[in-house]
């Protein structure tokens, strides 16, 4: 048995594929996701295959087998594999235009948080055919900034606020603040705004139904309103509207996979712009008019930092590719 350190955490490559380890967690490295520990213990090491051999029980907590999101806790024994990881050098560098872009997209940073405005397009981390995430890039841009974690995630097509985490209490401290059903309760308050097909009821202000993943031919995983799925609940406003369409604000007060969006689809009313929900030939008609990707954007975020007293809040204004598009719809009135 040992205790992970953070002179063990930096020599973890050479350590990685030598041998079945037993690590220790310690109070530092507690809160973490056993899927994120993993991802920043094994480099090199494919996600799909990190999942692989946690889905097979050859990572195991206290001697259990365990899920990916399982929250890592001071004294917990983790099991860890052999798994060999790419060569070193091998790791791919992110383009000095997509540092440049993360820089000027940073929104809002203080000692343990940095709010960034993603651009639409960039997964938030590597996987999946995708050599470099949101996370990998701002580790390269700042080496010296050892606990950078995400406090959340965000769709690959979603733009918007993110928060990064730059110390472990910010992380833990956040992470539960997710959990509490507004900022006025101490949690985190995230609002999107989305175009929607169709008239959307002003009598509409709340969507709770419960969400199952399901996996489809081809290995996708599709979102569902099922009976058996987990409670998820998405307030609704609206704030524009055009002939077709509505622009709304919408508040997800749990955090679901996809979860404005298939709640748009079950009110009737599919997202602008959505490839996996939404309707292809209108999807297509949009094209004419500059929309080529999800009409989604995470707009603000609230939150209590820990020990403050007064909310921050961070908005992320409309981008262009979407604040254009929208610019060529006719108004309602």
């Not at 507690?30 to 051999?53: E, T």
């Not at 960039?122 to 995400?150: K, Y």
């Not at 031919?217 to 987990?230: F, L, N, Q, S, T």
């Amino acid at each position: 048995m040992k205790t992970y350190t953070e002179k063990q955490h930096e020599q973890d490559n050479e350590a990685a594929g030598v041998g079945v380890s037993f690590i220790v967690i310690d109070g530092d490295l507690a809160g973490q996701r056993l899927d994120n520990f993993l991802i920043a213990r094994l480099k090199g090491v494919p996600r799909s295959k990190i999942y692989n051999v946690i889905r097979k029980g050859e990572v195991r907590v206290n001697k259990g087998r365990i899920k990916p999101e399982y929250k890592l806790m001071a004294g917990d024994s983790v099991r860890v594999p052999p798994i060999r990881t790419a060569e070193a050098g091998t790791e791919a560098k992110a383009s000095h235009q997509m540092m440049n872009l993360l820089n000027a997209s940073i929104l809002y940073e203080d000692e343990g948080l940095l709010v960034i405005n993603k651009p639409p397009g960039l997964a938030v981390h590597g996987g999946s055919g995708v050599t470099l995430g949101l996370i990998e890039t701002l580790r390269q841009m700042r080496p010296e900034a050892r606990h950078l974690e995400l406090v959340h995630r965000l769709d690959r097509d979603t733009s918007g606020c993110i928060m990064v985490a730059k110390k472990r209490s910010y992380l833990r401290h956040l992470q539960e603040a997710l959990r509490e059903k507004s900022a006025g309760a101490g949690g985190v308050l995230k609002v999107y705004q989305a175009l929607v097909l169709g008239d959307w009821s002003k009598r509409c202000h709340q969507i709770n139904a419960p969400l199952m993943k399901f996996e489809v031919a081809g290995g996708e995983r599709i979102v569902k309103v099922h009976h058996d799925g987990k409670p998820s609940l998405t307030e609704f406003d609206i704030l524009n509207r055009y002939q077709g369409f509505t622009l709304i604000e919408a508040r997800p007060i749990t955090g679901r996979t996809h979860q404005i969006r298939v709640h748009a689809q079950y009110a009737g009313h599919s997202l602008a712009g959505d490839a996996k929900y939404g309707d292809d030939a209108i999807n297509e008609s949009l094209r004419d008019i500059g929309l080529r990707r999800l009409f989604l954007h995470a707009s603000s975020l609230s939150f209590y930092l820990p020990e403050a007293k007064e909310l921050t809040r961070v908005d992320a204004p409309l981008p262009p590719d979407l604040a254009e598009p929208l610019s060529k719809l006719v108004i309602k009135i």
